[in-house]
């Protein structure tokens, strides 16, 4: 279960916020440069 307000976005997909807090389990299908942002600010690369 991810934290509140956790979402990934990737860098192929300008202005989107997928579900999910791993890259590797929740990313979408061609997710390029996708990077989890995390509730408190920060983001941490996949």
């Given at each position: 279960m991810c934290a509140q307000g956790t979402y990934i976005t990737c860098a192929n997909s300008p202005g989107q916020n997928f579900t999910g807090c791993a890259c590797g389990q929740c990313a979408p299908p061609g997710c390029?440069?996708?990077?989890?942002?995390l509730a408190g600010g920060s983001t941490l690369r996949g």
């Open positions: 390029d440069g996708c990077v989890v942002h």
